[in-house]
């Protein structure tokens, strides 16, 4: 498998350094620095920045690989096979809040509890009690994606820090 792997890595880095000398190649037409013209020293140095310029790149990208490859587990357990995600109770009840929330925004849409102008004067409704739980809806529908990421992003840095 590791050698497959670095076989079909190799391969697929290929057409990307092609792609990517390309478009270092135009940018530095861009700047002036075209391959084309010019004596066979200024043609050398020309395609030396681009070589230069494309290792860097490809150095770059490896480590980026080699860090995602990291962080995805490789090497350190047997391999695994893909299998579907079940929806967990955490998954079940952060839908059903979100569908609640959403119902609650709905009905005070509904009852004209959110409505605005702003032109030709600004007029905002009055704040009671249910346009307040219906901000505080809306809030809880536009916040929870990156609430859930937050809370990811800090199990990520635990497990990252006691490793």
Known sequence: ???????SMALRFVPRFKAQARRIAYAQRGLGRSLGGGGIVRRARAGL???S???TWALENSVEVADSMRSRGFGTHRRT???LARWSRRDRAAAAWLAAAALVVGLATAAGLTSMRFFPVIAVPVAGARSVAAWLAYSTVL?????????EELKWR???SST
Do not use: C, E, K, Q
């Open 1 to 7: 498998p590791a050698l497959a792997l670095v076989f």
């Open 49 to 51: 920045g681009i070589l």
């Open 53 to 55: 310029i494309l290792v």
């Open 81 to 83: 096979s893909f299998h």
């Open 143 to 151: 916040f929870m994606p990156l609430a859930l990421n937050l809370a």
């Open 158 to 160: 635990r497990t990252r």
